[in-house]
């Protein structure tokens, strides 16, 4: 077995990427350099690690196993340089934090330079994704997710539950009138998240209020982005459900059948064993927990 680390981190990239093309864009190398390296180690090795084909690449069997392997030794690397560049005292490095779409950027961003304002030596990257980043893989280290997690060896913390309201802007309702019961949305514009990778349970309950289980209202727009959904209702396209967690920004609209409670969002800190003792990992959770209090 070689011991390159240099193509095997190359391997790696072709693997997740799926050509040479782009992940020689993410390595900044050429696509022929990409190529040779792939070439030699399926050399060393004596088998071939990928299917090429005219649309991209396919690991084969040799190629899913040496991938597999890969992605573990370099997320425990990964998690090993972050542990030993922390210091003692204080909590010092990068965080990586991952959350959904709608909660990172319209709570969680605006609330980071208060972070780092008081702890200057910490920096954050937040990947915000409406699908899970598996965090057991070290694809971030902490997760803030709008439901219970999924995967049991990995340590949760409840932080906060949230709720719902249906919105409107001034002018949509002008046009088309308040509605005074859940059956009268049978008669309005509905903007709803879909079905493409949901971040939180039973997100599209709007759909539904009102109606007889199985018969669900067909939605006028479905839009998988909560901030996308807030500019659609912004625009006066139609009503939409939308978290609480927006905050202020849902000020600007009107809420229409305030007595009809949606499902609870459940949110939770999650992250992995071995960031148990991270103080990176203790000051941003308790910085949530804090935030949470104050905000709820």
């Keep these: 077995m070689p011991t390159d680390w240099d193509k095997l981190r190359i391997f790696h990239a072709v693997a997740e990427a799926g050509s040479f093309t782009h992940a020689g864009d993410t390595l900044n ?4 350099a990409v190529s040779r390296q792939i070439q030699a180690l399926e050399e060393a090795l004596n088998v071939p690690l990928f299917h090429r084909h005219a649309r991209g690449l396919i690991l ?5 196993t040496l991938n597999r392997t890969v992605r573990e030794v370099f997320a425990k690397l990964a998690m090993t340089e972050t542990m030993l560049t922390e210091s003692r005292e204080r909590p010092a490095g ?4 991952t959350s959904t779409i709608g909660f990172g950027s319209t709570w969680l961003a605006p609330r980071l330079k208060k972070l780092l304002d008081l702890h200057p030596e910490i920096s954050v990257t937040l990947l915000l994704d409406d699908s899970d980043l598996d965090i057991a ?6 997760a803030i997710r709008m439901h219970a997690p999924r995967q049991p060896e990995l340590i949760q913390r409840h932080i906060a539950s949230f709720g719902w309201r249906i919105c409107g802007a001034a002018s949509y309702l002008k ?3 308040i509605p005074q019961r859940p059956e009268d949305l049978d008669a309005h514009r509905l903007i709803i998240y879909g079905d493409y990778q949901p971040p939180i349970e039973n997100i599209n309950w709007l759909a539904e209020v009102g109606r007889r289980p199985g018969t669900a209202r067909r939605a006028a727009i479905e839009l998988n982005s909560i901030p996308g959904m807030v500019q659609a209702v912004r625009s006066g396209l139609g009503l939409a459900a939308l978290p609480d967690y927006i905050g202020a920004e849902l000020d600007e609209f009107v ?3 305030p007595g009809v409670k949606g499902p609870k969002i459940e949110a939770y800190f999650v992250y992995p064993e071995e960031m148990r003792h991270s103080k990176r990992v203790a000051v941003f959770r308790d910085f949530l927990v804090a935030e949470l209090a ?3």
């Excluded at 893989?137 to 902490?142: I, L, N, P, Q, T």
């Design 29 to 32: 190398l050429s696509q022929s």
């Design 60 to 64: 084969t069997e040799q190629g899913e």
């Design 94 to 97: 990068r965080l990586k934090v």
């Design 137 to 142: 893989m070290r694809e971030a280290d902490v």
């Design 175 to 177: 046009t088309i009138g």
């Design 255 to 257: 809420q229409v059948l």
């Design 294 to 296: 104050g905000a709820l």
